[in-house]
């Protein structure tokens, strides 16, 4: 029941989310296109994903046949992988906006966003087709969900997968996202400092429009650090305990809680989503 209430909400608010960027066009924005592709993936895990691990909890053995167990490890899969290159394309959208303001406008364009978005989906779909194809065996001749789980590999693409999947995104995202903190700390600094003589309007004009660049970064990089700390440990949990049933039901559960908070950080921190959610909710 747990489960199932956690699969519902995570579906429910993740389309308002989809329902109201798409709808109202004062949200087409590059960053909210971000956000949009984002609530996607986490859509995926809600309606598929969870589901489908509430039933290979509940059940002794997987019933859903080989199929299922291969298209429900893609669905996983794909909504990791396009998850974390969304929040790549994030880190990115929030760099150009913090460090170089003047010109955001000229560099992340609504279509080129767009655009970025396309090929990251793109490059998610192919390359997790590959790894299930080549790398996941799917063993069911006994119908169990331990061996629909069951992993083998060459050592090398162990290693080539851990390198994309892991070392280099976060990577790319933390160092991006340390960049922004020491920056928007530099400008504080000098804002403090100028505050105290004589400003021109268009300065305080552009102070207001770089602090809500800054908040922006700051309530996204919370969903950034929710991926990071909900997702990564499977890798570690999987290689050290992947014997143990109730460590697989753990592994299999952190990344839904990630899948399940991200909608809640968009409410508390964005004033547009509570507003479209009240019109969306009362049919206006």
Not at 42 to 47: I, R, W
Not at 87 to 103: E, F, H, K, N
Request: aromatic content about 14%.
């Amino acid at each position: 029941m747990i489960f199932l209430l956690i699969s519902a909400v995570t579906v429910f608010l993740n389309l308002l989310v989809i329902i109201a960027i798409s709808h109202f066009k004062q949200l087409h924005t590059p960053t909210n296109l971000l956000i949009l592709s984002l609530a996607v993936s986490d859509l995926l895990v809600g309606l598929i994903v969870i589901p489908a691990n509430t039933l290979a909890i509940m059940e002794p053995c997987w019933v859903l046949g080989d199929y299922f167990c291969a298209l429900l490890l893609y669905i996983t899969f794909l909504s990791e992988t396009s998850s974390l290159g969304n929040l790549i394309l994030i880190s990115v959208d929030r760099y150009v906006a913090v460090c170089d303001p003047l010109m955001y406008n000229l560099k992340i364009t609504t279509r080129r966003t767009i655009f970025c978005i396309f090929i990251s989906w793109c490059c998610c779909i192919m390359y997790d087709v590959v790894y299930v194809k080549l790398y996941v065996k799917i063993q069911v001749p006994s119908g169990c969900f331990e061996e629909c789980y069951s992993i083998e590999g060459a050592f090398w693409f162990s290693v080539f997968d851990f390198l994309i999947s892991v070392i280099v995104p976060c990577s790319i995202i933390i160092t991006l996202y340390l960049k922004i903190f020491l920056v928007a700390r530099s400008q504080s600094r000098k804002i403090q400092h100028v505050s105290k003589l004589a400003a021109t309007v268009s300065y305080v004009q552009s102070v207001q429009a770089n602090n809500s660049e800054k908040k922006a970064a700051k309530t996204l990089g919370f969903v950034v650090f929710n991926y990071l700390l909900f997702w990564n440990p499977i890798f570690i949990l999987f290689s050290m305990l992947s014997g143990s049933n109730l460590a697989s039901i753990i592994i299999s559960c952190l990344p839904l809680v990630n899948s399940f908070i991200n909608p809640i950080i968009y409410a508390f921190f964005y004033p547009w989503f509570k507003v479209t959610a009240k019109r969306i909710l009362g049919l206006k």
